[in-house]
């Protein structure tokens, strides 16, 4: 049989987009793993304690850090404390963002609230696009035309991978889409997943943040020093190479286009430094099959259900191990995917979805 | 006014718990609160039609397991994106150990 996969199309209202409706791709039932509802409740119960303990740390380094590289300014003795503080904020908040948003880091709903709109302003992504965006992920995850959050579309472009360790091109368009949302207008995009009755939120939030940005580069230019933009604003550029090093792995160079999280989704073994500033979303299969359990339960739901997984990566290390050569693969055959093992003990990968893709990638 | 509707025993439902219940090719949430109320609305949240009853029950809170949307499943009301329209309650009554649900 020959197998002749039409072109990707990763606009949300392009032919992908369409095919995937059709198909019964978009709003898909997923495979899950059969957990026993008593153990499902155990697992989902909300707790404030690990997130206040979590956000505490992470507030209060954020500050120490910048304070010293503030009172450093000036030598070179600020660059090792500047450094932590970027990581703190340009990658500790993709997290933070992330759990806040789905109301599962904590158990008091201001408490998610409070925290979500602080890291969605240093991580730069609107707090009400990004809620309906990652609404969309997980509906239709890697589904090609349907899911915004694709980190890496097929063929790869390398060039954008390398330059966002940097946040250059997710800030400068964060930027764009930032100023064009201030202005009142919210993209053909944006429309496909943005409820109309949110729209209007999510465009004043654009013009509180335009002014903040507007009155720190204004203090930057009336002090003649970057200091102000040092510590708001570019830490999203300097400190971002780790929520990419980390979130690169969540998806790339496994399949696209199918229904089981286990075909599209990779869980990685990291050290305890990378999974507090991660907030544990390495267990990344766990978190899409079950997203309503909380980060600090993962590691038990991962306990529970490996016997259904494939085995996880074993470090960052063996996780780009795994997925360059996939992508050197995907330059010259895009729907080459990486189709992991699963051990004995697992149901099969569904197949009704992607039998046209694993073909090709044989 | 339709009849009621035998649905389960009262015990086949744990205390702030939620299971499903399908009737004439619906499907419906019932619902033990805390305070040992029974509750009863449409099975999929009215966000992307995903089954309430995998979800948790946390107080008078229902919240979905697919976005974890959250409705007030003793009113119906919707308490939040990513759910945006209200869900459908129904009338219960627990008789004899039974629940009863009163569909429309």
Known sequence: MTVTPLARDYSLVGESARRAVESGLAAAEWYHTDIPRKQMKELMQRSDGPAIRDTAIWLGLLITFGAAGAALWGGWWCVPFFLCYGVLYGSATDSRWHECGHGTAFKTPWMNDAVYQIACFMIMRNPVTWRWSHTRHHTDTVIVGRDPEIAVMRPPDLLRVVLNFFGLLDAWHAMVDMVRNASGVIGADEKTFIPESEQPRAIRIARIWLAIYLVTIALAVYLGSWLPLMLVGLPRLYGAWHHVLTGLLQHGGLADNVTDHRLNSRTVLMNPVSRFI?????????????????????????????????????????????????????????????????PPTARPYREEFHSETALAAE | ?????????????????????????????????????????????????????????????????????????????????????????YPVKVDAGKVFVQLG
């Open chain 1, 278 to 342: 991660y907030w544990n979303m390495n267990y990344h299969v766990e978190h899409h099959m079950f997203p309503m359990v909380p980060y600090h339960a993962l590691p038990r739901l991962h306990a529970m259900i490996r016997h259904d997984l494939p085995a996880p990566s074993p470090s960052l290390w063996a996780g780009y191990r795994e997925m360059l050569p996939a992508f050197i693969r995907q330059l010259r055959n895009e729907d080459y995917f990486v189709k992991r093992e699963l």
């Open chain 2, 1 to 89: 006014m339709s009849d009621w509707i035998e649905a389960c025993a009262a015990d086949d439902i744990d205390e702030e718990d939620v299971i499903r219940f399908d009737h004439a090719g619906r499907t419906f949430a019932l619902y033990r609160s805390p305070e040992d109320e029974f509750f009863a609305t449409d099975g999929l949240c009215t966000h992307e039609q995903i089954h309430l009853s995998q979800g948790l029950v946390m107080g008078d809170i229902i919240e979905c397991p697919k976005h974890n949307g959250r409705f007030n499943y003793k009113t119906g009301a919707a308490r939040g994106a990513p759910v945006c329209v209200n869900l459908r309650t």
